[in-house]
């Protein structure tokens, strides 16, 4: 897949949800990845992800790794103590370059990237409710696992969706 002029053998969207208690490290609960070229998707809750002594998809320097403020997902990659991609593309950092110094009604997260470029996302509301969720801390119910996970999912769509219009 093409992305920003270059080839690469798979382009990686990751969001991971988490706890993070102010100065503690993150405690990672689940993580969605979705390989773009393949639609192929990964949906992992953080029993399983504590079992892993890698990511479970490539990370090398053929590979593209994306996220919206990829700081955030670093840092699950350490509390993991999984190694780092090669290759990291944050769509936040390339949304404040175009938009820096410009009124943005709906802010710079993530939500308000795609409001600017009129992509549509779920609800700030619903959004909100789901990060609290995550960081209240387990344990969760199944249904509220299932809904962490189906939230997670959700930004990695829109991750998709984001990096197609960015790099168009």
């Not at 490290?25 to 892993?52: M, Q």
């Not at 344990?139 to 189906?150: C, G, I, K, S, V």
């Amino acid at each position: 897949m093409k992305v920003g002029g270059r080839d690469f053998k798979e382009v990686w969207a990751e969001d991971f949800e988490f706890s993070a208690p102010p100065g503690e490290i993150p405690r990672p609960i689940c993580l969605v990845a979705r390989e773009l070229g393949s639609g192929r998707t990964l949906r992992l809750w953080e029993d399983d992800l504590h079992r892993l002594k890698a990511p479970p998809f490539d990370i090398g320097p053929d590979s593209l790794f994306v996220a919206y403020y990829a700081s955030a997902e670093m840092s699950c990659h350490q509390a993991l103590g999984w190694p780092m991609p090669v290759n990291v593309l944050d769509l936040f950092t390339e949304f404040r370059c175009k938009t820096n110094g410009k009124d943005l009604p709906a802010g710079a997260g993530l939500l308000g990237a795609l409001t600017y470029f009129g992509i549509d996302g779920i609800e700030s509301a619903e959004k909100e409710r789901m990060r609290a969720l995550a960081m209240r801390g387990g344990p969760w119910t199944p249904q509220e696992r299932a809904d962490l996970l189906a939230y997670c999912e959700t930004d990695v769509v829109a991750l998709e969706k984001l990096l197609r219009r960015m790099d168009s």
